[in-house]
Nanobody, 119 residues
Framework: QVQLVESGGGLGQAGGSLRLSCVAS????????MGWFRQAPGKEREFVAA????????DYADSVKGRFTISRDNAKNTVYLQMNSLKPEDTAVYYC????????????WGQGTQVTVSS
């Protein structure tokens, strides 16, 4: 069973930056495709960013492209989400997720970390 623990959430200012981290355990991290999702109260969970098991490919939602960067450090079993140029609409609970290689759907989820962006 893969376990994921997010950290780095908190209060940010519009135009500022935050970095989220997700540490994985219980699996071979280098074989996991990793992703970040977010969910605001009363809204559906939405995709934010993803990175392949090799780190060679990344994918971003249009709403964050050019502002957020996903990366991974396999030696630390950690995936990061660098969030720059924050906007109030980035406010949400952010979830780390994992899937096996290029599997169709994400199987493992963290408990989430709150990100709040003030004006």
């Amino acid at each position: 069973q893969v376990q994921l623990v997010e950290s780095g959430g908190g209060l940010g200012q519009a135009g500022g930056s935050l970095r989220l981290s997700c540490v994985a355990s219980g699996g071979t991290f280098s074989l996991l495709g990793m992703g970040w999702f977010r969910q605001a109260p009363g809204k559906e969970r939405e995709f934010v960013a993803a990175i392949s098991w090799s780190g060679a490919t990344t994918d971003y939602a249009d709403s964050v492209k050019g502002r957020f960067t996903i990366s991974r450090d396999n030696a630390k079993n950690t995936v990061y989400l660098q969030m720059n140029s924050l906007k109030p609409e980035d406010t949400a609970v952010y979830y780390c997720a994992a899937k096996i290689g290029s599997s169709y759907s994400y199987k493992y989820w963290g408990q989430g970390t709150q990100v709040t962006v003030s004006s």
